[in-house]
């Protein structure tokens, strides 16, 4: 067996202590399972192996790419499978697990003004693209994004809950995984409702985000969210902690903020079956003060 074929078919667990609502099931997709910790793992494998099998790149060229953290470190694991040199770029307030993880793989990371966000990072990236021919996979306007999650992570989610699931609900960061579980679930019945999650105003939560409109992913289309809920850093950070001390589900605060938005949507059904993204692994996080 390949390492890459350990990436997708993760467990769906349901959550038995924290729904208040006793008729309606929620589960949790546990990403974190992927080899390389997190839902990343699926698009940075579709991006990788799509721009081989094209020939835009090939083994021994440099790929430069802008990231908040996990797609970094599959990105960074995957480009090591695959005999590729690697640059990448990430507001320097990311946790080092995050940044020891990527120069792990042997990638090399360059730490952008905090104060600037991703977006600066995103920029930076494009120009070293420009500059030096470097390739930007660019997750952000790359199909093999969403492609991914269509072939993969929607299948699975309707194949384990027998196809009952009424809503999914996702974290929406570069909005690949949302985009890409909604064509599938859409196309099983259309029906499903599907749930993004954003950041409140003034709310800081990795792997969520609320873009300003230039720096909207272009893979995103409104048309495919049914309903987006607001999500504060509080109701985020608790529910993180309550995922681990209350079910054994160890994972990140954009986790505990897809589950917040699952509980809100519960509170609103007479009954209903909730598949909710929980995108990585609590140890991600313990140089923050995430869980003290």
Known sequence: M???ELIGNTPLIELEQIPVNKDVKIYCKLEGQNPGGSVKDRAALGMINGALERGDIKPGDTL???????????????AAMKGLEIKLLMPENATEERVKSMKAYGAEVILTPAEKTIEYSRQLAEEMAEEHG???????????????HEKTTGPEIWRDTDGKITHFVSAMGTTGTIMGVSRYLKSQNPDVQIVGTQPTEGSSIPGIRRWSPEYLPKIFEAERVDQIVDV?????TEMARRMAKEEGVFAGMSSGGALTAALKIAETLDEGVIVCITCDRGDRYLSSSLFE
């Open 2 to 4: 390949k390492l890459e």
């Open 134 to 148: 470097f390739f930007q996979l660019n997750q952000f306007a790359n199909p093999d994004n969403y492609i991914m």
């Open 232 to 236: 504060s850093q509080k109701e985020a």
């Open 64 to 78: 430069v790419e802008a990231t908040s953290g996990n797609t970094g470190i599959a990105l960074a694991m995957i």
